[in-house]
Every structure is written in C-alpha cells, then in structure tokens.
C-alpha cells in the first residue's frame, strides 16, 4: 500500500495522455487560432515552438522533477525540499488557490461548450440562421452568457463531471478516462481538420498556418508567443508537479515532457488547420476576429461553407463543440486534482471527502462567477466582473509568479544531486544536456517569464 494511500499511474501511456490531458484544453483549441490569428499566423508559431523548446520544456522537466522526487502534492513538495525555507513554502499554496480560481471560472467557459454541444446536436444553429437575425449568433451568445439559469446548468453538470472522474481515483479515474479521452479528442482533430481542408479556403488557410512573413515579429508578437506557450502546457499551476507524484521511478521525465509537449503543440496547430481553412472560405471574414471566434463567428461559418451538403454541417458544429468539452475536461480534471491532493495530503482529509469539498466550494464560485456576466450584476469588483477577475488574477499574476518561481527554485536553490537523479534515474539513463538544462532553468526561463508578467502588466512598452 503507497504511503497516504496514494495512487500511481500504472502505464507509461497512462502517464504521458493524463499529463497531456492537463496541458490540452481550451488554450490550444480556442485561445491558440486566436492568439496565431491576431499576430501573424506562421511567423507566430515559430516563435511559439521556440518557447516551448526554450522555456516550457525545461520548466515542465522541473515540475516533474519536483512532484516525482517528493511524492506529495504542489503544495507539500516544496516543503520537503527547502525545509526551513519559507520563502518558498507558498509556491504550491499560490498554485492551489490558482488552480481553484481557474476550475471555478474555467467551468463556466466549459459550460458554454457543453450547452453549444447540445444546441450543435439539435440542429439548432441552422434553425437560428434561417430564421434569426443578421447577428444572431452574436445575440444568442450574449443572451445566453447573461441568463442567470441556464449557464449554471450546465456548468454544475460540467463540474458534476469533472468530480465523477477524481472521484475515481488515479488509475481507475483519472487514467483510466484519459486513455479514452485523448484518443478521442485525436480523432475528432483529425476528421475535422480532414473536412476544413477540403473547404475554398484550404490553400490560404495552409498558408497563413505554415508560410511565415517574418515582417510581422516584433516585441509582441515575442511576447504574445511566450506567454501562449506557458498558459498552453499549463506551467505555474503545480498540476504537473502533483500529476508527477503519481509517476513511478522507471518513467523517463525527459521524454515524458517533450512527448506531452509535443502533443500539446500538435492540438494547437491541428486546431488552426480546422479553423482558419473555414474562416478564408467565407468572404469578409479575418483571422483576428479575437476570441469571439468560437462562439460567434464559427456557427455561422460551418453553416455557410457546408451549405451544400446539409448533413456535413449539422455534424461538423456538433463534432466541433464535443471537442471543446473533452478538452475543457482534461484540463478541469487535472485541476480538481491538484486542489483535491493538496487537501487530502496536507490537511489528512479522506479522498472522498476532499473531492466533495473542492467540487462544491469551486461550484459555488463558478455560479457566482457566471452570474457576474449577466448585466446589471452587483457581483463586480472594482469595475471588473467576479469572472473577469479571477481571469486576471490568475492569468497576469498568480501563474507568472508561479512559474517564475519554479524556475527559480529548480534553477538556484534544489540541489543539483536531486536535479540529477531525477533526470537519469538514478543513473539508469543518459543525459547529456545537463549544463544547458541548468542554464535555461537559471537564466533563460526567468528572464523570459519576468518578461511575459511586466508585459502583461503592461509595465513594458514596446513600439
């Protein structure tokens, strides 16, 4: 029996779909076209692989390293590195109470995909555009967004989901479904993306994904690039680091990482073959439409370019939106987690009784969080709704934070013995980049997430 009772992961495939499953979710499906579409397409992404490979990769390796070597939640594992130091004790508690604002707000996002899943698989959308309005995909999203029931709805069923699944167990829960989930969201990627390829803006969307024009880098599409690359693998969170905790000894940490991020890379950019091919193929539409891509624009889009085959474009959206539910609950998953371990181990809660604490307090939050949207809601702090909040806490300052100090305590206070071990098993495998690994974690990494969090901040002003 593992100590605390905890769980590991039985299978090497087990280990890299669950942590790839932390990392893929709506970062990649919607925020990353967005992100790609508003900075340049080609030229972006290749500043974005260079992120991962420069920055995320080694700070991903930490994380590993961290929650492998301790076996304890984010939380406890600093603890039991840097005895003593309490400068870094709060590290894993920033990153629970993170990960508990995010699952709270990120629900609600999730909900919304589940709701246009339903409204996708009742053919609804066509039903709107033959009889609705100029705008009315845009007037339903902003109808449904302020309506103060069925948004909670849906995303209490989410949240319901999420916790059916941690309730489960490691293996038998979070693996286990994982295993299901990650094949799945493949195939849905590929048959979707096999569809928009066939669409008139094939050729042009390959080419605004894959033909860069190096004219259009510059400082912020650098920086945009950067921090897309930490906010898609999930860095900062510690849900990684508690995911590794779970790991046993014979797990490659190194391959491990650059298979999850490689196949974190690979939704992305699958994500924008299937997008902007549909957005080139409907005249006066622009990649940089932003984030209202998803729920506004892209309905109408699957109904104008499949409008000769009928039944292509009743299955497309529903196909679509499936896939932003699978990827919204990977990620949900791998955050209820975190909080769920930090609980049971640190505080000696009993496993299920943590889970039913995480799960109701995040949906008591994720319902004030959706009722702040509607208009006229008293739920505003500091001119910002209650969602909009913890979107910035998080985004702009508890996952830079966390990420910078990550970093810092890999690269400058852990010891290098550990740093080692863990990285060869305890010498049972080669590597051989080890200075440059310790140099990317000291210097290039903080460097480079100082710089997303002032830019974010915007305390830095580029011209």
């Given at each position: 029996m593992e100590?605390?009772?905890?769980?590991?992961?039985?299978?090497?495939?087990?280990?890299?779909?669950?942590?790839?499953?932390s990392a893929v979710g709506l970062g990649n499906i919607w925020r990353f076209p967005t992100e790609a579409g508003e900075n340049g397409g080609a030229a972006f992404i290749l500043i974005y692989i260079c992120c991962i490979i420069l920055f995320g990769l080694p700070v991903m390796i930490a994380e590993?390293?961290?929650?492998?070597?301790?076996?304890?939640d984010a939380s406890t594992a600093f603890k039991k590195l840097a005895p003593g130091k309490i400068q870094w004790h709060w590290i894993g508690p920033l990153g629970v109470v993170a990960g508990m604002m995010i699952f709270s707000f990120y629900s609600v996002v999730a909900g919304w995909t589940l709701n246009y899943t339903v409204q996708a698989g009742l053919n609804r959308f066509n039903h709107m555009a033959g009889n609705g309005t100029e705008n009315v995909f845009g007037n339903y999203f902003s109808n449904f967004i302020a309506d103060p029931i069925w948004p909670t709805i849906y995303l209490t069923a989410f949240i319901l989901l999420t916790h059916y699944v941690v309730a489960k167990g490691i293996e038998k829960g979070i693996e286990r479904f994982s295993k299901i989930m990650m094949p799945t969201l493949f195939i849905l990627l590929l048959v979707l993306a096999g569809f928009a390829l066939t669409t008139q803006g094939a050729a042009e969307g390959l080419s605004f994904l894959f033909k860069p024009d190096f004219s259009k880098i510059n400082s912020d599409v650098i920086l945009s690039a950067m921090g897309q690359a930490f906010f898609s693998l999930s860095i900062g969170l510690g849900c990684l680091c508690t995911y590794a905790s779970y790991f046993r000894p014979n797990v490659n940490l190194t391959k491990t990482a650059i298979s999850v991020a490689g196949i974190d890379t690979f939704v992305a950019i699958v994500s924008g073959l299937i997008i902007f091919p549909a957005v080139f193929s409907v005249p006066g539409m622009e990649p940089s439409e932003g984030p209202s891509l998803v729920f506004v624009a892209l309905p109408n889009i699957f109904r104008i370019v499949f409008a000769d085959y009928p039944i292509v474009a009743y299955i497309l959206p529903f196909l679509f939106y499936f896939l932003l539910v699978l990827a919204s609950l990977t990620s949900t998953i791998s955050m209820h987690e975190l909080v769920t371990a930090y609980l049971h181990e640190r505080h000696h809660i009993s496993r299920q009784k943590a889970t039913y604490i995480v799960t109701t307090?995040?949906?008591?939050?994720?319902?004030?969080?959706?009722?702040?949207?509607?208009?006229?809601?008293?739920?505003?702090?500091?001119?910002?709704?209650?969602?909009?909040?913890?979107d910035y806490l998080t985004a702009k300052w508890m996952l830079p934070l966390g990420g910078l100090f990550i970093a810092l305590f890999t690269g400058w206070q852990l010891e290098r013995k550990i740093i080692w071990e863990e990285l060869t098993n305890k010498g049972q495998l080669s590597f051989y980049g080890f200075k440059v690994f310790m140099f990317l974690m000291k210097f290039v990494a903080p460097v480079g997430i100082l710089l997303i969090f002032l830019d974010q901040l915007n305390i830095l002003s580029f011209s």
């Amino acid at each position: 029996m593992e100590k605390n009772n905890r769980g590991k992961f039985a299978s090497k495939l087990g280990v890299i779909l669950a942590s790839a499953g932390s990392a893929v979710g709506l970062g990649n499906i919607w925020r990353f076209p967005t992100e790609a579409g508003e900075n340049g397409g080609a030229a972006f992404i290749l500043i974005y692989i260079c992120c991962i490979i420069l920055f995320g990769l080694p700070v991903m390796i930490a994380e590993f390293m961290i929650g492998r070597n301790t076996n304890a939640d984010a939380s406890t594992a600093f603890k039991k590195l840097a005895p003593g130091k309490i400068q870094w004790h709060w590290i894993g508690p920033l990153g629970v109470v993170a990960g508990m604002m995010i699952f709270s707000f990120y629900s609600v996002v999730a909900g919304w995909t589940l709701n246009y899943t339903v409204q996708a698989g009742l053919n609804r959308f066509n039903h709107m555009a033959g009889n609705g309005t100029e705008n009315v995909f845009g007037n339903y999203f902003s109808n449904f967004i302020a309506d103060p029931i069925w948004p909670t709805i849906y995303l209490t069923a989410f949240i319901l989901l999420t916790h059916y699944v941690v309730a489960k167990g490691i293996e038998k829960g979070i693996e286990r479904f994982s295993k299901i989930m990650m094949p799945t969201l493949f195939i849905l990627l590929l048959v979707l993306a096999g569809f928009a390829l066939t669409t008139q803006g094939a050729a042009e969307g390959l080419s605004f994904l894959f033909k860069p024009d190096f004219s259009k880098i510059n400082s912020d599409v650098i920086l945009s690039a950067m921090g897309q690359a930490f906010f898609s693998l999930s860095i900062g969170l510690g849900c990684l680091c508690t995911y590794a905790s779970y790991f046993r000894p014979n797990v490659n940490l190194t391959k491990t990482a650059i298979s999850v991020a490689g196949i974190d890379t690979f939704v992305a950019i699958v994500s924008g073959l299937i997008i902007f091919p549909a957005v080139f193929s409907v005249p006066g539409m622009e990649p940089s439409e932003g984030p209202s891509l998803v729920f506004v624009a892209l309905p109408n889009i699957f109904r104008i370019v499949f409008a000769d085959y009928p039944i292509v474009a009743y299955i497309l959206p529903f196909l679509f939106y499936f896939l932003l539910v699978l990827a919204s609950l990977t990620s949900t998953i791998s955050m209820h987690e975190l909080v769920t371990a930090y609980l049971h181990e640190r505080h000696h809660i009993s496993r299920q009784k943590a889970t039913y604490i995480v799960t109701t307090v995040c949906l008591v939050f994720g319902i004030l969080c959706s009722l702040s949207l509607g208009s006229g809601s008293v739920l505003n702090i500091g001119g910002m709704s209650l969602f909009d909040l913890f979107d910035y806490l998080t985004a702009k300052w508890m996952l830079p934070l966390g990420g910078l100090f990550i970093a810092l305590f890999t690269g400058w206070q852990l010891e290098r013995k550990i740093i080692w071990e863990e990285l060869t098993n305890k010498g049972q495998l080669s590597f051989y980049g080890f200075k440059v690994f310790m140099f990317l974690m000291k210097f290039v990494a903080p460097v480079g997430i100082l710089l997303i969090f002032l830019d974010q901040l915007n305390i830095l002003s580029f011209s």
